[in-house]
């Protein structure tokens, strides 16, 4: 549970591999890992956003390289939410038959407006509404 000073992340995809891969953006992620570990944040991901970054690995890296990143996410301090609230999955439906986004970035969306956090990203355009 964060506190009233501490900042709530929610990891998209793009985020964390860009911190895996020492990526453009891979300072934001960095400084919100940086900032759970000495209990600034809370950095949080949905197990859907996970697997996204699993397939990425997996195709250039391997699978065994995909498990031990996605084995490795404590250390970066990103607590995984395994499930979909009811309320996320209604959110989430909506944004996803509304705009032209992907189902995993429909889902972020929802978790992220859902907990009152700020979606860390690494590639913003894909949100920009036109």
């Known amino acids: 549970m964060k506190s009233q000073s501490d900042e709530l992340l929610c990891f998209y995809a793009c985020a964390l591999l860009a911190l895996l891969q020492d990526e453009s953006g891979a300072d934001k992620a960095a400084a919100a890992v940086i900032a759970a570990n000495n209990g600034e944040a809370e950095n949080v991901m949905n197990r859907i956003n996970l ?35 009811d309320k996320n999955f209604a959110e989430a439906g909506r944004l996803k038959a509304s705009y032209k986004i992907s189902l995993a970035d429909s889902i972020a969306l929802a978790q992220t407006i859902a907990i009152d956090a700020e979606l860390l990203t690494a590639d913003h355009h894909e949100f920009d509404v036109s």
């Open 51 to 85: 697997l996204e970054v699993y397939c990425d690995v997996y195709r250039s890296r391997g699978e065994e390289q995909a498990k031990v990143k996605s084995a490795n996410l404590k250390k970066h301090q990103v607590e995984i939410y395994a499930e979909i609230a």
